[in-house]
Every structure is written in structure tokens, then in C-alpha cells.
């Protein structure tokens, strides 16, 4: 599993290592074309990418894309759509993903600060190297 992070800065690598076959005039194999009167680059438009993530994204965009039933929607609807949601209370909470299915479920700040205290405890017992935090 590659962590999204990790994804976005091999994507970036990937474009700058594009650009550098158009700059080194290779234009057959680069997946940019250049931009005419200007000195931007665009992706041809032959050129397409895909991603499929099998687990929840985080936080509450798992929330916004269970509300999406088709594909093809006016950006106006979905900014209608998503303002409806934000103005929700289950808007803006700390999540955490569950393991065996797709979803997510919020994290009470109790919680949250139960398992800090005990972190604190294990740390001040010396006993312990290193303390992971169980949400």
C-alpha cells in the first residue's frame, strides 16, 4: 500500500522527468505539449490518468463522495451540494478509517485525550521506547 503522500511526489516526479524529455526536444515520448505564444506546458490530450484508491480517503471527503450518485454533474450542483454538507454537524470531526469495510466514523476528543494521558503515563515510566496512539 503506497501512501498518497508518497503517490503525489511520484506523480510530481514523474512530470518534471516529462518535461525535461520535451525540453530536450524529444516530443514524441513527453506526455506535454507546449502551450503556442506562451511558455507553458499542458498534458496532450490523448494523455489520461487514473486513479483507484480501494480504501476510504480521510477525514470527511469519504463523507462528500458517498453523496455523489452519478459521475457527471454541473460543478454548480456539486458546490451546492458539498455547502450543504459543511453546514452539517458531522462536518470538520476527526475520523478515523475502519479497517474491515470502507467507512469511516468520528474520533470524540475524549477519546482523543484518554489515549494521550496514557501515552504520557508509558512515557513517564521510562519503561517504553516508543508509545503508538490507538485511536
Known amino acids: 500500500i503506497i501512501p498518497d503522500k508518497t503517490l503525489r511526489r511520484c506523480l510530481i516526479y514523474y512530470c518534471y522527468e516529462q518535461l525535461k524529455l520535451y ?12 502551450i503556442s505564444h506562451n511558455n507553458q506546458y499542458q498534458i496532450k490530450s490523448s494523455i489520461t490518468f487514473h486513479l483507484y484508491i480501494s480504501i476510504a480517503p480521510c477525514g470527511d471527503s469519504r ?17 451546492k451540494q458539498n455547502l450543504k454538507y459543511s453546514l452539517k454537524k458531522s462536518c470538520g470531526l476527526l475520523r ?10 468520528p474520533i470524540l476528543a475524549k477519546t482523543i485525550y484518554q489515549n494521550i494521558s496514557i501515552c ?4 513517564s515510566n521510562e519503561r517504553f521506547l516508543t508509545c503508538i496512539i490507538l485511536l
Do not use: A, C, P, W
Open 96 to 105: 478515523r478509517k475502519i479497517e474491515v469495510s470502507e467507512g469511516t466514523i
Open 23 to 34: 525540453l530536450n526536444e524529444k516530443y514524441d515520448e513527453t506526455i506535454f505539449e507546449k
Open 63 to 79: 463523507l462528500i463522495s458517498q453523496q455523489d450518485n452519478t459521475y457527471e454533474k454541473s460543478s454548480l450542483i456539486n458546490l
Open 120 to 123: 504520557d503515563e508509558l512515557i
